[in-house]
């Protein structure tokens, strides 16, 4: 174990794994000491009931190299009915359009009618993928992206359309510096099966920083001011054995540690890696965590069955 590494794990051993221990990271990136290798996100995925009125938008951000990186951008409903997920209600033929700004830069209906389906279909064994039947009316993109802020919305084809979908986004080349450093999800947020589920996936060794977050009252107010917004989301976090390792649904509270005040460590590391601030006393929620390479899970729902639209967010903090 490198110095670096002992100092932010023996911070966060004694602090709970609370900011104490990121800002111990920070100041080892500030004095030009490096974090571990190979720990970025290599797939986000996010599950979550799509309306006509209410699509699925999957945000995500790629940062930290000048090469141009390629990513499987899959939007799945069809597939979710089979073996292993058996779910019901899917949405039945999706379509995915990937933005940069406002700009459509690439589109699909049926992945199995793209000139480049057999390289999708090859890629997505590569990266550890479900295989998707072919023929199906489920979707995927190969994109080479360079660093920036993108989005992918997936919504049905037809107007009265609507369903369970997934959207999945895979890093192809996990060496390649540039990564995804945060995903956002916006969702209708039901019950049941159709409460919003985000996974990730942290590669190689060592612990990852992160920051969580399950946002329903902040996007009723400026800039948002949308309505019908979920009024208390939760999120818990569960790692690949379906062990709950923390909860909250109050971002300024601790829920996991007697309840503690960490309203200023959230806020500071919000603006850190720039996202929008959540109102003080607020029902949104957030954590904080220190996560060892593997599979996690997020599942954002509505304190006392509440539903609404809600945005989950990954953010990478170091």
């Given at each position: 174990m490198d110095l670096r590494e002992a100092t932010v794990q023996a911070t966060l051993d004694l602090s709970y794994g609370t900011t104490e221990a990121t800002d111990v990271a920070i100041a080892w990136d500030v004095v030009g000491v490096p974090t571990f290798e190979n720990r970025y996100p290599i797939n986000m995925s996010t599950r979550g009931y799509v309306q006509p009125e209410g699509v699925m938008i999957a945000g995500f951000v790629l940062s930290g190299g000048s090469s141009a990186k390629t990513l499987l951008l899959r939007g799945?409903?069809?597939a979710l009915v089979a073996a292993p997920f058996n779910l019901s209600g899917t949405l039945s033929d999706p379509?995915?359009?990937?933005?940069?700004?406002?700009?459509?830069?690439?589109?699909?209906?049926?992945w199995s009618s793209s000139s480049n389906a057999s390289t999708i279909a090859s890629t997505a064994s590569a990266v550890g993928a479900f295989a998707l039947a072919n023929p199906s009316a489920d979707t995927a993109l190969l994109h080479s992206l360079s660093s920036g802020v993108y989005s992918m919305v997936m919504f049905g084809v037809s107007s009265t359309d609507d369903g369970i979908g997934l959207v999945e986004i895979y890093d192809?080349?996990?060496a390649n510096p540039n990564h995804l450093v945060n995903l956002s999800t916006r969702a209708y947020i039901g019950t049941g099966d159709n409460v919003v589920i985000a996974g990730f996936v942290i590669n190689g060794s060592g612990n990852?920083?992160?920051?969580i977050r399950g946002v329903g009252p902040a996007l009723a107010a400026s800039p948002f001011y949308m309505s019908g917004t979920i009024a208390n989301p939760q999120i818990r976090l569960y790692d690949s054995s379906n062990h709950q390792l923390r909860s909250n649904s109050a971002w300024g509270t601790d829920e996991n540690y007697y309840n503690a005040d960490v309203?200023?460590?959230v806020a500071q590391i919000a603006s850190h890696v720039g996202a929008f601030s959540l109102a003080a006393g607020s029902h949104d929620s957030a954590l904080l965590v220190s996560l060892p390479?593997?599979?996690?899970?997020?599942?954002?729902s509505g304190v006392n069955n509440g539903t609404g639209i809600g945005l989950i967010e990954v953010y990478e903090v170091n």
């Amino acid at each position: 174990m490198d110095l670096r590494e002992a100092t932010v794990q023996a911070t966060l051993d004694l602090s709970y794994g609370t900011t104490e221990a990121t800002d111990v990271a920070i100041a080892w990136d500030v004095v030009g000491v490096p974090t571990f290798e190979n720990r970025y996100p290599i797939n986000m995925s996010t599950r979550g009931y799509v309306q006509p009125e209410g699509v699925m938008i999957a945000g995500f951000v790629l940062s930290g190299g000048s090469s141009a990186k390629t990513l499987l951008l899959r939007g799945v409903g069809p597939a979710l009915v089979a073996a292993p997920f058996n779910l019901s209600g899917t949405l039945s033929d999706p379509q995915v359009s990937l933005m940069s700004g406002g700009s459509q830069i690439d589109y699909n209906d049926n992945w199995s009618s793209s000139s480049n389906a057999s390289t999708i279909a090859s890629t997505a064994s590569a990266v550890g993928a479900f295989a998707l039947a072919n023929p199906s009316a489920d979707t995927a993109l190969l994109h080479s992206l360079s660093s920036g802020v993108y989005s992918m919305v997936m919504f049905g084809v037809s107007s009265t359309d609507d369903g369970i979908g997934l959207v999945e986004i895979y890093d192809t080349d996990a060496a390649n510096p540039n990564h995804l450093v945060n995903l956002s999800t916006r969702a209708y947020i039901g019950t049941g099966d159709n409460v919003v589920i985000a996974g990730f996936v942290i590669n190689g060794s060592g612990n990852k920083y992160l920051l969580i977050r399950g946002v329903g009252p902040a996007l009723a107010a400026s800039p948002f001011y949308m309505s019908g917004t979920i009024a208390n989301p939760q999120i818990r976090l569960y790692d690949s054995s379906n062990h709950q390792l923390r909860s909250n649904s109050a971002w300024g509270t601790d829920e996991n540690y007697y309840n503690a005040d960490v309203s200023a460590e959230v806020a500071q590391i919000a603006s850190h890696v720039g996202a929008f601030s959540l109102a003080a006393g607020s029902h949104d929620s957030a954590l904080l965590v220190s996560l060892p390479a593997g599979r996690y899970t997020v599942v954002m729902s509505g304190v006392n069955n509440g539903t609404g639209i809600g945005l989950i967010e990954v953010y990478e903090v170091n």
